[in-house]
């Protein structure tokens, strides 16, 4: 399965040309220009088993032995992006695929334990996942799959303690909200300056958007929730309540705007500003969506409007 590169690495490969003198029957100087290397072709990708028919086993089977025949220690892989960062892509996409989250991390963990052969091939495998898998405006954002990458990043002997700092507290906003956890309770402050809490609000699922009024994508965003026909139906029947709440520190823009959040949701700001100085969540961008069940439990993690629509039609 192919994928358009959303973001290619353009890396100016520059080779410096060196002069040395050489005898020879003139005794002249010669100038010898060191000729540019060859960029490697194409490697060879794993094949699943003939007899091996049943899609799970054969995700699961390419994903552990998706790299076995790549070479870690050729460097020159990292410039060329319609290989290396196109097979990355092609990896990723077989996650969805996959039996467990534990074979994906198994593949993953595999991958970056062969990288390690070379500190250049290892950084740069790590920071293009970053860059699919933790940027905000990445279409492919899946916080899921990059906790294995940072996993093994903090852990490994390639990355010095210094830059682990900045992957441990990393990991550990990763680990809050994940899906099937619960999600952080905090309290919330409405126009009327009544409080309450996340884990007092009753319905069979909860939405659950930090929002800033002033951002233009949060404005798209609550329009594509309010003409939702599975969101508008599951709050009018009570299935579900919509919390929208301002996380930052303005909240005279946040009234200023209030009517723009319809009023069968609850519109709320963070008054004591724990979310942001708790760091409760992972506020990355603006809008962020969690999907969540009547125990609070995290079923969509930093989602987007589709899969909201689509879940609430699935699950009627």
């Known amino acids: 399965m192919k994928h358009v590169l959303g973001i ?7 080779i410096g040309g060196c002069t040395s003198k050489s005898e020879n029957k003139k ?53 060329v992006p319609d290989i290396t960062e196109q097979a990355l892509v092609d990896f990723i996409a077989l996650f969805p695929h996959a039996s467990s989250s534990g074979k994906i991390s198994e593949g993953i963990k595999k991958l970056l334990t062969y990288a390690e052969v070379d500190n250049v091939v290892y950084n740069y495998f790590c ?6 898998l933790y940027t905000p405006n990445s279409p492919m954002r899946n916080d899921e799959y990059y906790t294995p990458f940072v996993e093994h990043i903090v852990e490994s002997s390639k990355v010095s ?20 956890s619960k999600a952080e309770d905090f309290v919330y402050t409405m126009a009327s300056g009544k409080t309450g809490n996340l884990y007092n609000l009753s319905a069979k699922y909860l939405l659950l958007m930090f929002y800033n009024p002033d951002c233009v994508e949060c404005q798209r965003t609550t329009e594509m929730l309010k003409s939702s026909t599975a969101v508008a139906d ?6 579900l309540k919509v919390l929208a709440v301002y996380p930052d520190e303005n909240p005279e823009v946040w009234k200023e705007h209030r009517r ?41 993690k930093d989602t987007s409007t589709g899969d909201i629509h689509e879940y609430l039609e699935r699950n009627r």
């Open 161 to 180: 303690d210094v830059n682990k700092i900045r992957f441990r507290a990393l990991l550990t906003l990763l680990y809050r909200n994940r899906i099937g």
């Open 234 to 239: 599951a709050v009018a029947s009570g299935r």
């Open 260 to 300: 723009d959040i319809p009023s069968s949701w609850i519109n709320a700001y963070d008054k004591s500003q724990a979310v942001r100085n708790n760091e409760l969540y992972d506020l990355k961008a603006m809008p962020t969506l969690y999907l969540l069940d009547r125990d609070k439990k995290v079923i969509l």
């Open 127 to 132: 920071s293009t996942a970053e860059r699919y």
């Open 8 to 14: 290619f690495l353009i890396l100016a490969i520059s």
């Open 27 to 79: 005794g002249d100087d010669e100038a010898k220009v060191t000729p540019t290397p060859a960029l490697p072709g194409n490697f060879e990708r794993a094949v699943p088993p003939a007899m091996m028919t049943n899609p799970q086993e054969r995700a699961d089977y390419l994903i552990t032995h998706f790299w076995d025949k790549f070479d870690f220690t050729d460097t020159m892989y990292c410039h």
